[in-house]
């Protein structure tokens, strides 16, 4: 399947940049394709969210290592 046929699913949404790269950097370690969809406002980064999406067929592998990140982890939650 080539890039324009990809269709990726979101796996993790944060309003701090520092959780996100956390899990980019995991997903990333595990030779997982990730791009970053930053929602968030560009003179206040405090409103607003950034997504993590994968490719669906890495979605399970990306979500049981974003799950195990949260048990533990509790900076990981939002």
Not at 14 to 33: A, E, N, Q, R
Not at 35 to 50: C, L, P, T, V, W
């Amino acid at each position: 399947m080539s890039d324009q046929e990809t269709s990726w699913v979101k796996i993790f949404t944060s309003s701090d940049p520092m959780k996100v790269g956390i899990v980019k950097g995991i997903l990333h370690d595990h030779d997982i394709p990730v791009i970053e969809m930053n929602k968030q406002d560009s003179a206040y980064i405090i409103f607003g969210e950034i997504d993590l999406m994968v490719p669906s067929e890495n979605a399970p592998a990306a979500s049981l290592l974003v799950n195990e990140l949260r048990d533990g982890h509790d900076q990981i939650d939002d």
